[in-house]
């Protein structure tokens, strides 16, 4: 079955650090593209950054408002994706998701994790 | 940073309606949109990609047209399990933007 299971969510303090990971089955995770998405509580989805997969040199792209204090990578001996997160402001308060990326099929997020609470 | 937005914003309607939310893009995107499904709780989940094509598993009463800057989702005959929240979301360019999303709920 493919899947992602997000982890790493919790409570901190403004001005913290918190890594979120998100773990990989049933894919091979190494050709894909990730990313991450949040959503504060009751409001829409924001994506937040890429990371590209090993041939198109695991390049990161970030949204305007964290780029500077988050930080995409990804393990792929682990099949994991990782969302380092700096500086932390209330309104970083949100559950993440990660999803593939599917760039070879078409421009779409097709696989979701269920996502991981993140309170600041 | 292209902007896209949703209308309605919610709605109301029957099973067996039919019902066509739409999404528009604040410049021109060509056909990279695609279309997610998110009920309460839970993960999106991803309806169709590139305007039009629908992801595997997902019945065929969902169905997308449009380009450029304006794109519509409909679903033909509303089922008990589409109440949920509708969402586009473009990949034109960097940030990939989503839509603020339309919420549909049981008349």
């Known amino acids: 079955e493919v899947q992602l299971v997000n982890s790493g969510g919790g409570l901190v303090q403004p001005g913290g650090s918190l890594r979120l990971s998100c773990t990989a089955s049933g894919f091979t995770f190494s050709d894909y593209y990730m990313d991450w998405v949040r959503q504060a509580p009751g409001k829409g989805l924001e994506w937040v950054g890429r990371i590209r997969n090993k041939a198109n040199g695991q390049t990161t792209e970030y949204a305007a408002s964290v780029k500077g204090r988050f930080t995409v990578s990804r393990d792929d001996s682990k099949s994991s994706l990782y969302l380092q997160m700096n500086s932390l402001k209330i309104e970083d308060t949100a559950v993440y998701f990660c999803?593939?990326?599917?760039?070879?099929?078409?421009?779409?997020?097709?696989?979701w994790g269920q996502g991981t609470m993140v309170t600041v | 940073a292209i902007q896209l937005t949703q209308s309605p914003s919610s709605l109301s309607a029957s099973v067996g309606d039919r019902i066509t939310i739409t999404c528009r893009a604040s410049?021109?995107?060509?056909?990279?949109l695609a279309w997610y499904q998110q009920k309460p709780g839970t993960s999106p989940k991803l309806l169709m990609y590139d305007v039009s094509t629908l992801e595997s598993g997902v019945p065929s009463r969902f169905s997308g047209s449009g380009s450029g800057t304006d794109f519509t989702l409909s679903i033909s005959s509303l089922q008990p399990e589409d109440f949920a929240t509708y969402y586009c979301q473009h990949f034109k360019n960097y940030p990939f933007t989503f839509g603020p999303g339309t919420n549909v709920e049981i008349k």
């Open positions: 999803a593939r990326d599917n760039v070879v099929k078409a421009a779409a997020f097709d696989v």
């Open positions: 410049q021109d995107i060509g056909s990279a």
